[in-house]
């Protein structure tokens, strides 16, 4: 059976690279699978659907084997070619099956899954992840509610008659506050966050001005047309992007611009680099473009550089990630001790484990209040990962956390009165909770414990923005696990034709009824993102932390 699959899985792997003809021109094909991506996510609205990530995946296959098959043309010619749209928008749907065939062959050689092969016809029996939907449900409701914002605030500035370049510019102002950014003025290093910012915010703007004109024709992509939703610069155009910068060193311009460029990395026909964080595409005669609805919905800035550096630039991403982990713990303490100045919260401390080398164990951060209510926070620095391999080393990193809480939280129980003598803690423990963050990633196959939630942190901030006490922190936390399960989802069998095989697959739609009720949760949210006045950065953790507590509450 092992063989068999590994023969299907290497058909699977090469049927698009395969099918590619080589003599299309390398940027033309790349910039038509973009019109293509755009027609289908807007006008079969595909937007904040499962299958997103699926045709996102797709755009960013395409654009690597191209780079990996295709010559790139002396002359970029941008024109709408008849002939090459119909072959692009076919290789796009091609790598969106690609793509789900991704998520299923990984899961046969973990033994998570199962085939049977009938002649041509192959059906799978896919075990149950517990948290299979976490990341789309938690993406949903973070890219959703951005969505509603952008409308609304289109909405009231197309009524006050405000002119098209305002409109963008508020926009853009509008997305820079909605995001929760974590990065500090000198984490972009060697250049500054205003050197990066300059050149991102300059493509927002762009994408909102056509975000402005789809919204303006009630989103037809027909009428708007697609070519008008890419944004194009000429090499005139690139040079005088430089403008926007605040750096006058042209190297660490040449940086700040190079961190936004799309690097064809992978190993085989297998990409590791992903054009949703770097999106821009640069030919040869100096052109670079880019698809504004991968610029507008996709991820915070920060998250997006950081996936870049992982994957092109290793060694800054770790000095840069070391710095965010460094300070996570104050950054708690700090707005702890903003919204609940009598709690007490120890650091870094140590408690007796007789089965752990040495006898005792370093634990993260304990959180006390004055009426002996605790909440102990494991942190765990994980962010999203890249591939099932890595995918399969956090969940049982996370696993292991799961089983050590009991033993902690026991442990800090029986140390108590050691633990009140070295921190001046002024009260007896009554009741102690725990609570597992990780910075980005809540797992796949993870088991759900509702009295062990494991949150981001931005769901830990939250949690503590709204609580009113130490004990609804907690619970607070817990809500992720006991809503996220409940959330209903529609499956049906989709067969799909690939690599001379018919696979019966299943694709899920988050419940049209579910869509309704998170929509409606949304509306306080959307005025106040629309009433912020916050700055988008912050310089030091005291005033982050502050601002987290003052944006988030409600």
């Not at 090469?14 to 293509?36: G, Q, S, T, V």
Request: aromatic residues 14%; glycine residues 2%; negative net charge.
């Amino acid at each position: 059976m092992e063989d068999q699959v590994n023969k299907i899985e290497n058909d699977i792997d090469r049927w698009l690279y395969d099918n590619l003809d080589e003599n299309i021109p390398r940027n033309k094909y790349i910039y038509h699978c973009n019109l293509a991506y755009t027609d289908i996510m807007v006008d079969q609205h595909m937007l904040f659907t499962p299958f997103e990530r699926h045709y996102l995946f797709s755009l960013n296959y395409n654009t690597y084997i191209a780079y990996k098959k295709l010559k790139e043309e002396d002359k970029f010619d941008y024109k709408f070619d008849y002939d090459l749209y119909p072959i692009a928008f076919q290789m796009v749907l091609l790598g969106m099956q690609y793509s789900m065939l991704c998520d299923v062959f990984p899961l046969l050689h973990s033994g998570k899954a199962t085939m049977n092969k009938k002649g041509d016809e192959i059906f799978f029996n896919i075990e149950n992840l517990p948290k299979k939907n976490y990341k789309f449900i938690s993406d949903f409701s973070m890219r959703k509610c951005l969505s509603y914002t952008l409308q609304m605030a289109n909405g009231k500035f197309q009524k006050n008659n405000t002119d098209d370049e305002d409109i963008a510019m508020k926009l853009a102002d509008l997305y820079m506050h909605f995001w929760s950014e974590n990065l500090q003025y000198d984490d972009y290093e060697p250049y500054t966050r205003m050197d990066w910012g300059g050149i991102s915010f300059f493509f927002i703007v762009a994408a909102m001005r056509r975000f402005n004109k789809l919204y303006k024709k009630d989103f037809d992509i027909v009428t708007v047309d697609s070519q008008k939703m890419m944004i194009l610069l000429s090499p005139e155009g690139v040079a005088r992007m430089q403008t926007f910068v605040p750096t006058k060193d042209s190297e660490l311009y040449r940086q700040a611009l190079e961190d936004h460029i799309y690097k064809p990395k992978g190993e085989a026909l297998y990409p590791k680099s992903n054009i949703m964080d770097a999106p821009l595409i640069r030919t040869k005669d100096g052109f670079i473009f880019a698809n504004s609805l991968v610029i507008l919905f996709n991820d915070s800035s920060e998250t997006q550089f950081l996936n870049y550096l992982r994957r092109c630039d290793k060694e800054r991403y770790l000095r840069i990630k070391d710095k965010i982990k460094e300070r996570e713990i104050p950054l708690i303490r700090e707005m702890i001790k903003y919204k609940f100045p009598k709690t007490k919260s120890v650091a870094n401390f140590y408690v007796k484990i007789p089965t752990q080398k040495h006898g005792k164990r370093e634990c993260d951060l304990l959180l006390v209040d004055e009426t002996g209510i605790a909440v102990y926070i494991e942190i765990k620095h994980f962010y999203n990962p890249q591939s099932y391999c890595e995918e399969k080393v956090l969940d049982r990193e996370l696993m292991k956390a799961l089983k050590k809480m009991p033993e902690q939280l026991n442990a800090i129980t029986e140390d108590w009165s050691k633990l009140k003598e070295q921190y001046d803690l002024q009260c007896d423990l009554k009741k102690i909770y725990g609570v597992i963050v990780s910075h980005r990633y809540l797992g796949v196959d993870v088991e759900i414990r509702p009295d062990t939630p494991i949150v981001s942190t931005s769901n830990l901030f939250e949690s503590i923005a709204e609580a009113q006490n130490l004990e609804e922190i907690y619970k607070g936390c817990r809500e992720i696990d006991e809503l996220y399960p409940k959330i209903d989802f529609i499956k049906r069998e989709l067969p799909v034709n690939y690599a001379g095989y018919i696979f019966h697959l299943y694709g899920e739609a988050l419940n049209p009824m579910c869509e309704i009720i998170v929509r409606e949760s949304y509306k306080k949210q959307v005025i106040k993102n629309l009433s912020s006045s916050a700055p988008t950065s912050y310089s030091n953790i005291d005033d982050l932390a502050h601002a987290y507590i003052d944006l988030m509450k409600v």
